[in-house]
């Protein structure tokens, strides 16, 4: 799980995902009483020595079917792909109807292996032995640890203490921030100041998202670039939303994954196949090179190794 993790930190940045459990008492026990906000570490064995090499924050705990569990989170799951996701369960005396017990995180971070937080060998033991998920603030070697991490996490998020991003959005936010105001309106403009899916015209609330990230200047230019409310926004920009074009390229639909239904309820999924609001110049239509892009790139993104939201 670590090296997953520690690969789509440097490629995609920050993301959720999933600490699974199968039939560990202990850990059900920890979860169920640990409170939201909570800082969970992931360690690595390296020779003799143990190492904090990462970490996330508590979301909540729930269980859930492994397909489930592979839909909200994918290769965050800690596996390459569902199958082995699968067969990870049935090694440890599951099968593929098994439920997991999930610990859901957020904001997780990883280390450069420079930065990684050596753990006393006297406290080696006590966490073989043990069996400890979480850190007792209240004890020294709990209020230790925290503190080298906390200071250790320092270097990977923003001054306004923003998640680190990733690779992908550092390389084609470094090349645009000259450009991103004439972009921005450029491309409002060239949509009347309307969200392509919802048709809303409040300004405040509208955002204008890249569709293929900018890494020189021939991206720069509205047919990279869509209208929408902030919250379709989002959705787009982390992979819950792509578009596709028919085949004759006259019309543009959405297309909302499935686990939006699972996360959030069905009141995205009524923009499944909705077609959107073009702009009335022809040339400033999402060209179909981009849009395949984000199809391969972003979409679904988490499911699989190396996805991006830049």
């Keep these: 799980m670590v090296s997953i993790l520690s690969n789509e930190y440097l490629l995609g940045g920050a993301t959720g995902a999933s600490l699974w459990a199968l039939g560990d008492t202990e850990f059900d026990k920890e ?4 409170d939201p906000g909570s800082l969970i570490l992931l360690f690595k064995n ?5 190492y904090i090499v990462g970490g996330g924050y508590f979301l909540g705990w729930a269980y859930m079917p492994i397909s489930q569990a592979w839909d909200l989170y994918g290769v965050h799951n ?18 593929k109807d098994s439920e997991l017990s999930i610990a859901m995180l957020v904001h997780t971070f990883m280390f450069d292996t420079q930065d990684y937080v050596h753990v006393p060998d006297e406290l080696c033991n006590f966490f073989s032995c043990k069996h400890v998920f979480t850190l007792p603030l209240d004890e020294p070697y709990g209020r230790y640890l925290h503190t080298q991490v906390i200071e250790h996490r320092d270097n990977y998020i923003s001054s306004e203490g923003g998640d680190w991003q990733g690779m992908y959005y550092a390389a084609s936010h ?21 969200c392509a899916l919802s048709g809303v015209r409040a ?3 509208l955002e204008v998202a890249n569709i293929q990230p900018f890494y020189d200047f021939k991206f720069q230019k509205a047919s990279n670039g869509v209208v929408l409310r902030s919250d379709l926004f989002q959705l787009f920009k982390f992979g819950y939303i792509t578009f596709l074009y028919n085949e004759d390229h006259t019309k543009l639909v959405a297309k909302v994954s499935k686990t939006v239904r699972t996360a959030y309820g069905e009141d995205y999924m009524r923009f499944d196949g909705k077609e959107l609001i073009l702009p009335k110049q022809r040339e400033c239509w999402p060209d179909p ?17 190396g996805g991006t939201h830049a």
């Excluded at 979860?31 to 640990?34: E, N, P, R, V």
């Excluded at 082995?84 to 369960?89: E, T, Y």
Aim: charged share 25%.
């Design 78 to 95: 800690g596996a390459y792909n569902l199958d082995d996701l699968i067969q990870d369960v049935i090694n440890r005396g599951g099968n």
């Design 289 to 305: 090179q981009y849009v395949k892009w984000h199809n391969k790139n972003c979409f679904e993104n988490w499911m699989f190794l």
């Design 31 to 34: 979860c169920s009483t640990l």
């Design 46 to 50: 390296e020779g003799e020595r143990n």
């Design 203 to 205: 300004r405040p609330v």
């Design 174 to 194: 470094r090349n645009c921030k000259s450009y991103v105001a004439e972009f921005n309106a450029r491309v409002l403009n060239a949509y009347d100041f309307r």
